[in-house]
């Protein structure tokens, strides 16, 4: 081991109190990037005159990630932990968006740029954007914003998308846009974990042929080798890359990385062979790389046996995210069940826990959350799941390690971002086109009013749900219904639903507003509300916040007005406190108690802004 030879650089470390930052799902894309092979690329940005290859917003605002802005939020991001004096930090996948050399060699820049100016060290493991098949294959969006605000599509081939609308640019292509496979990311990355370095105390694989007393650099790096890390089975006849990792970069603290990505080969109509359902994560994982349970089992118990502090990290959450709401999503019949495909199983979580793992951070689902699970033995693991930075609510973990088994955990939010609005210019071009061209695809240009990258991120969010989730995700005649409500009319129709049905308790009340019932008279009275205090907001911003909740959990109430939460509760619970009473016989109004049901589960989560972690017990503890 290097322990002596390593004082050096062990000493741009606080060990007291050390801090790490968990970076997720970052998305980056290099709007400033140079394409090789092309002379020219890309558009001019008025506000600087530089070239910037971008992302419409029409496509960014149907998508689960904001795909130009992030750049700066990187940077912003960056920053804070500069001025915080953090020196690790973990990117746990989705670092890149579908892996291409352009973004890559942008993300490396600015990464070897913060290690040599600031001494950070970055620690990555892939995530299925970052490696789309594991082997070199083609990549390109038709969705790249060009001139005239029209959309301007970019292939790494040209057999593989034929531009003949009047309203985008013929195809470009360039080698730049493909997606890299295992050996072209674990090398452009190779310095950020991938492989050792003489600094660092410890590092190893699932195949290493060494443990920590026999440990060398030497041996590190012979192992190092992607020839050497490939697990094979049945369904990796030839063996795929994994490219997970153990490494102790400071004395006493080991950092687990474990790629979760899983490649089951099929073919298309064509005969083509792909690797679809990576996103699924470790309900994958289970059936096809066994191995690596059993490889953190042997970590975490040399970790006890030596003292070290273990913390891993992935792309996949290992315990469910959804808050016990999993029976209310499914009976709501959305149409992709809010992902829950990519929802660990209880046996994902029992096996994790069973190996020893006490703390494990994830992404990949863009929220957060916290998420804890106690196995049929009694040991505990608790799931930390970070925000994405190209996503509301923008944010980033802190981990603190206070003691042996006490951690503290703060999510630390990027909201002042410089220069997020760099390229609004682009898009008023954009809104113009659209605007002539094709209205139906109009997107709401208030969100060039923003003044902050977190209201930026939440009028994405907003977009998103009323572009994409609301008309192709959930029941169509039940979405019609629920969003042209006004939040007055939810709160009569919450008030004694056995004794009418729904839609006539309305027609009622309307017509005799005077006869409003008392409950709902002592229920305002007692918020110090007004009936119509209600009427601000519809069903719609009910579902919207709904998924304000979802993704950002308890950090939501920062964005929703006090005084709607105060209403929302109040409707939630008048609905639900009749349940028991109605013989469930309308479609309508179970989907409305299953919709309560579900913002309720989302209101009420584990604590997760600011929380003490207890590794011993299995505790957690708000800080807030």
């Known amino acids: 081991m290097c322990v002596d030879s ?52 029409e496509s960014q605002l149907k998508s689960t990630r904001i795909f130009n802005e992030n750049y700066f939020a990187l ?142 650099f030497e041996k590190a790096l012979e192992n190092a080798s992607i020839r050497i890390r490939k697990n094979s089975s049945k369904h990796y006849k030839y063996g795929f890359p994994d490219i997970s990792y153990l490494v102790e970069p400071v004395s006493g603290v080991w950092l687990l990385a474990l790629d979760a990505n899983v490649y089951v080969a099929h073919k298309n109509s064509e005969n083509e062979v792909f690797y679809p359902g990576v996103g699924i994560g470790y309900n994958n994982l289970i059936n096809n790389k066994n191995y690596l349970i059993d490889w953190v089992k042997k970590v975490t118990q040399q970790a006890k046996k030596l003292n070290k502090k273990l913390i891993a990290f992935s792309h996949y959450p290992i315990v469910d995210f959804n808050d016990g709401a999993i029976e209310h999503i499914k009976n709501l019949n959305i149409s992709d069940q809010m992902q829950l495909e990519r929802a660990p199983k209880n046996e994902v979580s029992e096996a994790f826990a069973d190996a020893g793992l006490k703390i494990h951070f994830g992404g990949h689902m863009h929220i957060n959350d916290t998420g804890i699970y106690k ?126 049905s729904l839609d006539e308790r309305l027609i009622k009340i309307k017509q005799n507003p005077e006869k409003i019932d008392l409950d709902i008279l002592k229920g305002l009275k007692e918020m110090d509300q007004d009936l119509k205090d209600f009427d601000n907001w519809s069903g719609f911003d009910f579902i919207f916040d709904l998924y304000r909740y979802r993704s950002a959990d308890h950090l939501a109430t920062r964005d929703i007005e006090s005084k709607r939460i105060e209403q929302y509760r109040f409707i939630i619970d008048s609905f639900l406190e009749q349940e028991h009473k109605v013989k469930k016989v309308s479609q309508k109004l179970n989907q409305i108690l299953e919709l309560m049901q579900l913002f309720k589960k989302f209101m009420n989560g584990e604590p997760s802004d600011h929380i003490k972690v207890n590794l011993k017990t299995g505790k957690v503890i708000s800080i807030n």
């Open 375 to 500: 196995s049929a033995l009694g040991n505990t693991i608790i799931n930390i799941q970070t925000p994405s930075l190209a996503a509301y609510k923008p944010a980033y973990k802190l981990l603190t390690i206070k003691t042996d088994s006490v951690f503290d955990i703060e999510t630390v939010i990027i909201d002042d971002v410089p220069r997020y609005d760099e390229l609004f210019d682009l898009y008023i071009e954009e809104y113009t086109f659209v605007k002539g061209n094709k209205p139906k695809s109009l997107w709401n240009k208030d969100i060039l009013s923003t003044k902050s990258y977190n209201e930026f991120a939440n009028w994405h969010l907003k977009e998103l749900v009323r572009l994409r989730h609301l008309t192709s995700e959930w029941p169509l005649g039940f979405v019609d219904y629920f969003t042209s409500l006004s939040g007055s009319e939810l709160l009569v129709m919450s008030q004694g639903i056995a004794v009418d």
């Open 6 to 57: 390593c004082k050096p650089y062990l000493t741009k470390f606080d060990t007291n109190n050390l801090k790490i930052a968990v970076l997720a799902d970052i998305h980056f894309q290099d709007v400033y990037g140079k394409f090789k092979d092309l002379s020219i690329g890309g558009i001019k940005n008025p506000k600087n005159g530089k070239m910037v290859t971008m992302r419409t917003m």
């Open 75 to 216: 940077l912003a991001a960056l920053d804070d932990l500069v001025k915080k004096n953090i020196k690790l930090v973990l990117l746990p996948g989705d670092f890149l968006d579908d892996g291409q050399p352009i973004h890559a060699r942008g993300l490396k820049k600015i990464l070897d740029d913060y290690n040599q100016k600031y001494g950070i060290e970055f620690f990555l493991i892939t995530g299925n954007h970052d490696i789309l098949q594991p082997f070199v294959s083609k990549g390109g969006k038709k969705d790249f914003l060009g001139n005239k605000g029209m959309p301007q599509p970019i292939m790494s081939h040209d057999d593989m998308y034929t531009s003949n609308l009047e309203e985008e640019h013929p195809v470009i292509v360039t080698e730049d846009i493909k997606s890299l496979g295992y050996i072209g990311i674990s090398t452009i990355f190779a310095d950020f974990g991938f492989s050792p370095k003489k600094e660092y105390v410890y590092w190893e694989t699932p195949f290493s042929n060494y443990n920590y007393e026999t440990y060398s």
